[in-house]
């Protein structure tokens, strides 16, 4: 039985409708993405979990241990060097907490895979393959890309990609190598890129908000705008106002009879 990943969670805690499962970057951990979360404006019966890969040797590392969610040889981006053991061995854990989401009452589908670079990797893999509202990948690649299972009208999830024009980690005709790819397997990625690094910028924050809101289920705070109703209630409010001056105006002249 693969163990349980340690993890943070924000948001709602009880009454959660909807769900994000947020994977960090090799080296990083669960805390990465934590501080944009206000600037997102989620609705508060979202609950958003950040997972901590495990601790693993990174031959990319030399062989040190550091946080991953799978083994990386190096930057060739070739299939042939892919740790797909590594990578179904973490999507397994990640599902675990799709289990406990669903056993708390938020079904797969009311359920947000995103990720960074290698959390991308995760949310694209789990994304295609599992029911969900959405996937979100920021500076990723698919993996295991020839085994990359076709679009069907019973899933074909909602994709948001975002990449920066020059990132030298995932290089950006990696990342829109897998836009491609996407597209030719029967689904319909949106594709958003910047002038930036293997990183996120804040035009993309903004960006990702509303992507979240455009291409999932899951509804971001919507906030209160009254200047309509003042804009176009004058006749209403002429009436209220003039309610309200008969009751002051017979309350007066009850105090000015005593």
């Known amino acids: 039985m693969a163990q349980p990943l340690e993890r943070i969670t924000h948001g709602a805690e009880k009454n959660a409708t909807h769900s994000i499962i947020w994977l960090h970057g090799l080296g990083a951990d669960g805390n990465d993405f934590v ?6 404006e989620l609705r508060p019966t979202t609950r958003i979990t950040f997972p ?12 040190m241990p550091m946080r991953g969610w799978y083994d990386i040889k190096d930057f060739s981006f070739e299939q042939r060097d892919e740790d797909l053991a590594g990578i179904e061995a973490s ?27 290698q959390g991308g990797v995760l949310a694209l893999y ?31 999830p909602p994709i948001l990609q975002m990449h920066g024009t020059q990132d030298p ?13 996407l597209k030719s397997k029967g689904y319909a990625p949106e594709w958003k890129e910047y002038p930036m690094q293997h990183q996120v910028c804040p ?3 903004a960006d990702i908000a509303a992507g979240i809101h455009k291409r999932s289920r899951i509804d971001l705070i919507k906030s ?16 209220i106002l003039k309610i309200k001056i008969y009751f002051l105006l017979a309350r007066f002249r009850s105090l000015a009879s005593r």
């Open 35 to 40: 501080p944009i979360l206000p600037q997102l």
């Open 52 to 63: 901590h890969a495990p601790v693993r040797p990174i031959s990319l590392n030399y062989g």
């Open 91 to 117: 999507a397994a854990q990640i599902l675990a907490i799709v289990e406990e989401e669903e056993q708390r009452g938020i079904p797969a589908e009311n359920l947000l895979y995103a990720g960074f670079s």
């Open 126 to 156: 789990l994304g295609l393959r599992h029911p969900c509202a959405g996937i979100l990948a920021l500076s990723t690649y698919l993996a295991d890309r020839d085994h990359t299972p076709p679009a069907d009208c019973a899933h074909c």
């Open 169 to 181: 980690i995932v290089p950006y005709t990696v990342g829109k190598l897998s836009y491609n790819l």
């Open 203 to 205: 035009p993309q924050i």
């Open 224 to 239: 209160v705008n009254v200047a309509p109703f003042f804009c176009h209630n004058y006749p209403l409010l002429f009436i």
